[in-house]
């Protein structure tokens, strides 16, 4: 039997080194979870992803989504690069969408022009805007002042398959001085973390700058999250946070930690949202 393909690829990146990596291991079928967890963890990326087979099921690709410490029902940068690799060294570059059955049903991604160069584009299960948070608790959270918080909007949980809890800040310099001493259960809830954002980007490129935080046995920073940025653009819609319901924003998140990165939001309305980026090919190889 042939060893499973290993590829490496940043995701929302514009450029090699930036964005977010993802290892995606083709031809998994046979694997039990426990290898695929403890790959993922010997990976040490945010995400690693696991196709079964080459071969088509139900008109999709059967995909597992882990972190280092569990697996995730669905995640948005690990969709679109799995996907973009699928389509460029497994189908071909002439498919116009690839289909990815993950823990939250099918998700399909699809893609502007045929040399993998373009932009890649998932549509998620509609997203759910759900409770809105107090502002002190998550100004404490966050370790910012009240002042910081844009209260012209609220602070709250959206799901999309993984749920966040959306902050407004208004400004820049408040969305840079965060240093977030905790994120308690309480808070997350059954997700994943906090997203912080601002109108503004951090160059005449970005409508929107983002940070994203979760625990993953200690606080960390993810440098592009597609999942949060669908619920982004949910929450961008419904409370016409860049002036109307129909979104066309380019979002840059990861500065801070070195890992520049551009998402692309669309909404026609909360409940039908897109989120897109490119993907660039780091490394290939196989798995021992």
Known sequence: MSSPSLFLVDVFAERPYAGNQLAVVIGADGWATERMQAFAQEMNFSETTFVASTTPRDGGYDVRIFTPAEELPFAGHPTLGTAWVLRNFVIGSAAGSVT?????????????????????????????????????????????????IDQRFVCQDVAVGV?????????????????????????????????????????????????????ARGIREDPATGSANACLAAYVSEHRFLGGDVVEARVQQGYEIDRPSTLYLRAASPQEVQVGGKVVLVARGEVA
Do not use: H
Request: proline content about 9%.
């Open 163 to 215: 749920e966040f809890v959306l902050v407004p800040l208004r400004s820049l310099e408040a969305l840079r001085s965060l240093r977030p001493p905790s994120i308690p259960a309480t808070l997350s809830g059954k997700g994943t973390g906090v997203l912080a954002f601002c109108a503004g980007g951090y160059d005449e490129g970005g409508e929107i700058a983002a940070r994203m935080f979760f625990d």
């Open 100 to 148: 990815l059955n993950l823990r939250v049903g099918a998700i399909a991604v699809s893609f502007e022009g045929d040399d993998g160069s373009g932009r890649c584009w998932l549509r998620p299960r509609p997203p759910v805007l759900g409770p809105v948070r107090n502002v002190l608790e998550i100004a404490s959270v966050l370790g910012l002042p009240l002042q910081a």
